[in-house]
Nanobody, 121 residues
Framework: QVQLVESGGGLVQSGGSLRLSCAASGSIFSIGTMGWYRQAPGNQRELVATIASSGSTNYADSVKGRFAISRDSAKRTGYLQMDNLVPDDTAVYSC???????????????WGQGTQVAVSS
């Protein structure tokens, strides 16, 4: 089975930084777009950032200039570097990846279970 596992969450002070990782494993032929969502209790789920296999990136207005998404194809891992964190960044961050399991398979979306990020004021 394909599995995505996030890591790197934690508690930081306002203005601090965290780097989240999303490691993909299992039967994987190709990974297309990867990205990160976040959701805090009572809030809507927000698409934070995406990165295509080409390296092209997109960011939500709320994080643009502060967060940077990247990927390492050899490690099958995506990253989210978060700088200048503020309390409103507090949420569970979940990664997703669009993956083909074989050369003849269609691409399907897979999700990690999420990692908690908490930012204190």
């Amino acid at each position: 089975q394909v599995q995505l596992v996030e890591s790197g969450g934690g508690l930081v002070q306002s203005g601090g930084s965290l780097r989240l990782s999303c490691a993909a494993s299992g039967s994987i032929f190709s990974i297309g777009t990867m990205g990160w969502y976040r959701q805090a209790p009572g809030n809507q789920r927000e698409l934070v950032a995406t990165i295509a296999s080409s390296g092209s990136t997109n960011y939500a207005d709320s994080v643009k200039g502060r967060f940077a998404i990247s990927r390492d194809s050899a490690k099958r891992t995506g990253y989210l570097q978060m700088d200048n964190l503020v309390p409103d960044d507090t949420a569970v961050y979940s990664c997703y990846a669009v993956i083909a399991k074989s050369i003849t398979s269609r691409f399907s979306a897979y999700w990690g279970q999420g990692t908690q990020v908490a930012v204190s004021s």
